[in-house]
């Protein structure tokens, strides 16, 4: 019985092997032929990623409305997205962490330096929103080769609409007609897209079709040869470190290219406000500044861009900047704006005395020294020529900028008087001075992390309980005492009330004095 079983279950295994090594034959000979004639869908990896990015791109232009803060397809202000893992989406969710989330495929590309000679771009010319998403004007090309819409994000703070052809601004109704395009588009001209307080307060204007129909656009009253140019002074303007954060630097990087060949259309003017920066707007721009919500005139240009293009908290990134210019050259041009002279800080100072000059920052509200005179005394024992100076929305900034021109060392206590480190001398000190409650990073951002491209020498004073006046308004147990970031975790408002709103400084005069021999040490 044995032996005929085995002859009998042999041969069927030798039939299941045969089966087998057909199979296998089988699967490699079709790998072969699709390897051969069968195309993958997309070919490579990255490949892939790019059609992604393209058909979340394609979503964005064919469909949705503008992206902008109220909009009907986003409250942030971003485009829909159609792959989860975009970069883009993951920066959105982040929408309140730190600023530098700035995907890659959102910076903004280095801008062409725009000709001198009038743009000449019949209707026909200008490439249109359809399809891929036309970018508004002739040859507008991304990096792919891609056209780009009308109006795109340039980061996630900052929205940039580029046209060309015929256009007619009609700032009475917030209106710009463009020819070439196929449907409307809205945007607000302010560099802070991520905050929605700031955006309330920002006029929202709507970029229409030429000639369509039931809208008939008004005729030209003023023509212009030279490119327009549309931010505003909404937002948080008025603020002196939103001044520069939100509208200036992001101003300078978007038309100091142009070289004076380009006009200022400004919404929400603040006469005030422009008549405080109009030396710097004359670096960049020769002519007046227009008040478009309220002007009267049909302004038409050969082209119009609208919305400033923002890098960094009070910064610019070289590599995208056009020219390649940096922070420093900003500096440069205020110097200029402003008849500053002074280049570099030195420890014999500039005024004659021999002496490096202090110049304290003084506050009247909150987060103000309570020992002041004091600290100018102990400033002036250390060898210090001191001067002591408070900013405010009504400072002369010639005057004022002068003033900071002439200090080595400039100290204050966190807060937007701190923004005039703009006008320091290259190699002078900022200290500043940390209020007690955890806010390094919010110090950090501000103005420690741009002040080493300002070719600045930065320091920090970091407030300890002791030299808070919050140690006289709570008890010892509180958390706003103990326990800071508890406080940090019940929000913006939390934060801000109980350290910046409440906290007044009693410089310790011994710290102080080692401070500012350490600041002495590090003067050229």
Request: glycine share 8%; aromatic share 8%; hydrophobic share 35%.
């Amino acid at each position: 019985m044995k032996p005929s079983m085995r002859s009998r279950q042999e041969p069927r295994r030798v039939s299941n092997g045969v089966i087998i090594g057909a199979m296998l034959l089988s699967l490699c000979v079709l790998s072969i032929v699709k390897a051969r004639y069968c195309a993958t869908p997309f070919g490579k990896a990255e490949d892939q990623l790019q059609e992604q990015m393209n058909a979340s791109i394609r979503m964005e232009t064919d469909e949705s409305p503008a992206r902008t803060p109220g909009g009907d397809n986003s409250s942030s202000g971003f485009p829909p997205i159609s792959n989860s893992n975009s970069p883009r989406l993951a920066c959105a969710k982040n929408f309140f962490a730190a600023s530098s989330c700035v995907p890659e495929e959102e910076e903004d590309e280095p801008e062409e330096v725009p000709s001198t000679a009038p743009a000449v771009t019949t209707p026909a010319a200008v490439s249109t929103t359809t399809g891929g998403g036309g970018k508004g004007r002739k040859g507008g090309k991304s990096k792919g080769g891609k056209a780009k819409p009308t109006c795109y994000m340039t980061s996630k703070r900052s929205e940039r609409c580029d046209a060309s052809g015929d256009i007619r601004v009609d700032g009475n109704r917030s209106t710009i007609y463009v020819s070439g395009i196929d449907r409307e588009w809205r945007t607000k001209p302010y560099a802070r897209y991520h905050d929605p307080v700031a955006m309330a307060h920002v006029r929202e204007y709507t970029l229409k079709p030429l000639g369509a129909a039931g809208d008939a656009a008004p005729a030209c009253t003023k023509n212009h040869s030279v490119p327009g140019f549309m931010f505003s002074n909404g937002g948080f303007s008025g603020n002196l470190y939103h001044d520069y954060t939100d509208v200036l630097v992001p101003l300078f990087i978007s038309t100091h290219q142009f070289k004076g060949r380009v006009k200022f259309l400004l919404s929400g003017m603040k006469p005030w406000w422009v008549a405080k920066f109009t030396p710097f707007f004359q670096q960049l721009t020769r002519y007046d500044v227009i008040d478009v919500d309220n002007d009267q005139e049909v302004h038409c240009f050969p082209r119009i861009l609208i919305g400033a293009t923002f890098h960094k908290d009070m910064g610019v990134d070289p590599r995208r900047s056009p020219g390649h210019v940096s922070v420093v050259d900003f500096k440069r041009a205020l110097r200029r704006a402003f008849g500053l002279e002074r280049e570099a800080a030195s420890r014999g100072g500039a005024t004659g005395t021999g002496k490096p000059r202090l110049l304290i920052i003084s506050r009247r509200g909150s987060r103000r020294f309570l020992n002041e005179r004091e600290m100018a005394r102990v400033a002036a024992e250390a060898g210090f020529e001191v001067r002591v100076a408070e900013p405010d929305q009504h400072t002369d900034m010639a005057t004022f900028a002068k003033l900071v021109n002439s200090a080595d060392v400039m100290i204050g206590v966190h807060g937007a008087g701190l923004t005039n480190m703009v006008f320091l001398p290259r190699g002078a000190v900022l200290i500043q001075v940390v209020p007690f409650g955890g806010l390094e990073w919010l110090t950090s951002v501000t103005f420690k992390d741009p002040a080493a491209d300002m070719e600045v020498n930065y320091m920090d004073y970091n407030v300890k309980l002791e030299e808070s006046s919050l140690i006289d308004q709570y008890p010892k147990n509180h958390q706003v005492l103990t326990d800071p970031y508890a406080v940090h975790k019940q929000g913006w408002d939390a934060l801000k009330t109980a350290y910046l709103d409440k906290q007044n400084i009693r410089i310790d005069l011994d710290r102080f004095k080692a401070t500012l021999q350490d600041a002495m040490s590090r003067l050229p």
